[in-house]
């Protein structure tokens, strides 16, 4: 059977001879199927080409946020660096302030504030020691949050990286950063309570200073002692005075000793016109033998406050001011408490 053809007539819009040309059938099939293929590879060549092309500025992108992420990230080591020498400052200056001030350590929270915790590249058992001895139920969960954040995200206890198995791996991963980053500010949380509650001491303390008498009251000299003494009154008895005398012109000032309030002003057959301040801490402070009195009961006042005047009011053999302290409503020396005697 003689295979079908096809014939194609060549002509020119010119004159000219036309031309034929015959082509057998499955050589047409055979170029159209090759045609097919080739147009079919250059299609996938573009698109590997174009795929080339955009994975090349994916590649491009992703060194570009890589790089710019390494720069941040060393940016954060630094910072991170910084605070953590702040906060070994801070906790430097807390303890010289614990021991100027002689604060003690029996305080919870102000042992939270100073915890020994080692630096990141060192044995960590000692920080291991100092969580375990926190009462959980003491410790606010914004303190805690750090270390569940931590054993979450390493999938494991947290106590694995307080043994020192993440010490062994390289310093610039983000689980080290991360684990550095929570630390400290579980630490800085800390060093605030203990902050805040040195603070708070000291300022007591500082209330206890400003209440506690340590200045002469009157510009004089000591005339009797605090204690037994021949009784002025009675020739050959003993007397027991409650304070001590300090002989002084009268209107002399008579300063307050210490803050306080003042909360008993009047006339005393002993001590004539008494001034009596409450300056709190169970201590009082008397002044007697007065011949005038500057302040009212109620009236606060402070450490070198004139008051009064020296005087000779009262059971006395002359002007002189009668300078009592009480602690709990015990008579003291008050030579024990004055600082500055002439």
Known sequence: MESKTYTFLITSNREGKTRTLTVRSSWLKAFAALSIIFAVLIAAAGVDYFGLLLSQSQSKRLQA?????????????????????????????????????????????????????????????????????????RVPASIAQPFQQDATFLQRPVLDVIDGELAA???????????????????????EQGVIRLQELLQERQSILNSTPTIMPVHGFFSSPFGYRPDPFVPGGLDFHPGVDIAAPIGTPVHATANGVVSFVGYDAGYGKLV????????????????????????????????????????????????????DGVPVNPMQYILNPP
């Open 65 to 137: 946020e890589n790089a710019q992420l390494t720069r941040e990230f060393s940016v954060v080591k630094g910072k991170l660096a910084t605070l953590e020498n702040s906060l070994d400052q801070i906790q430097t200056l807390t303890t010289k302030i614990k021991l100027i001030t002689d604060v003690g350590d029996n305080d919870r929270v102000m042992n939270l504030s100073i915890p020994q915790v080692p630096r990141f590249h060192q044995n960590m058992a000692l920080y291991e020691n100092h969580v375990s001895g926190v009462d959980a139920t």
């Open 169 to 191: 791996t390289p310093n610039d991963k983000y689980a080290n950063l991360s684990i550095r980053i929570d630390r400290a500010v579980q630490q800085s949380r800390l060093e």
């Open 276 to 327: 009596e301040i409450d300056n709190g801490y169970g201590v009082q402070t008397l002044f007697g033998h007065n011949s005038q009195i500057y302040v009212q009961v109620g009236q606060k006042v402070t450490r070198g406050e004139v008051i009064s005047a020296v005087g000779d009011t009262g059971r006395s053999t002359g002007p002189h001011s009668h300078y009592e302290i009480r602690v």
